[in-house]
Nanobody, 126 residues
Framework: QVQLVESGGGLVQAGGSLRLSCAAS????????MGWFRQAPGKEREFVAAINWSGGNTYYADCVKGRFTISRDNAKNTVYLQMNSLYAEVPAVYYC???????????????????WGPGTQVTVSS
């Protein structure tokens, strides 16, 4: 089992950058595939980015491709989401998610993950 805690959210101007972190507990973090999702008020949680256990494979939603980068540091039990060129949008809560998985497949559905953090709020002002 793994517990996840996100940090790094906040208020940023359009065009700016933020780096989100997700710290995981447990000794087997390196055997988990990780993902980032976001959810705006009144909307469904949507996929943002995914990364495999080693960091060697990544996958992005089309709307963030080229602007966001997912990465991980297994020695620190942490996964990151670097967000650049942020758009002014409705505020959203960003969640990290984990599932034990070694073989690579882009996991883009909420149902494919077993563990979730409480989320961190991101607000981009115009």
């Amino acid at each position: 089992q793994v517990q996840l805690v996100e940090s790094g959210g906040g208020l940023v101007q359009a065009g700016g950058s933020l780096r989100l972190s997700c710290a995981a507990s447990g000794r087997t973090f390196s055997s988990y595939a990780m993902g980032w999702f976001r959810q705006a008020p009144g909307k469904e949680r949507e996929f943002v980015a995914a990364i495999n256990w080693s960091g060697g494979n990544t996958y992005y939603a089309d709307c963030v491709k080229g602007r966001f980068t997912i990465s991980r540091d297994n020695a620190k039990n942490t996964v990151y989401l670097q967000m650049n060129s942020l758009y002014a949008e409705v505020p959203a809560v960003y969640y990290c998610a984990a599932v034990p998985r070694i073989t690579w497949r882009a996991l883009t559905s909420v149902d494919e993950y077993d563990y979730w953090g409480p989320g961190t709020q991101v607000t981009v002002s115009s």
